[in-house]
């Protein structure tokens, strides 16, 4: 069962400005950078070192070659959950189409598509 609203991914075509932008202007801070490989790497911001909801700011250019269905003009959700095999298992067999159920140094993750084509994600972190 997904349970709450993790994160907002951004897909920028320039990371450090983005981070600056948020950083420096915004006034968020940094909660985590990670890499993931192959030139893919995710900064995840917030407010407040305390917030409950994030941003991830990801490579736009990279994440269209990986995944060229999705929509990058607007920001993608990134629900929680914590048995995401089964909750994977349940939307497929109610005909949802799904991703690849990858699993990632911060955990395992797939994403959905809504009936309108709308792409979300949901992560069971480590």
Known sequence: MIQKLGQVMLYVNDQAGAVSFWT???GFVVIAEEDHGQGMRSIEIAPAAQSATTLVLHNKELVAKMSPE?????PSLMFFADDVERL????TEK???VGELVDLPMGKVFNFADDEGNYFAVLEKN
């Not at 999705?70 to 607007?74: E, I, S, W, Y």
């Not at 994977?88 to 939307?91: G, L, Q, R, S, V």
């Open 70 to 74: 999705l929509n990058l003009g607007t």
């Open 24 to 26: 420096e202007k915004a």
């Open 88 to 91: 994977y298992a349940e939307f």
């Open 95 to 97: 005909g949802i189409t």
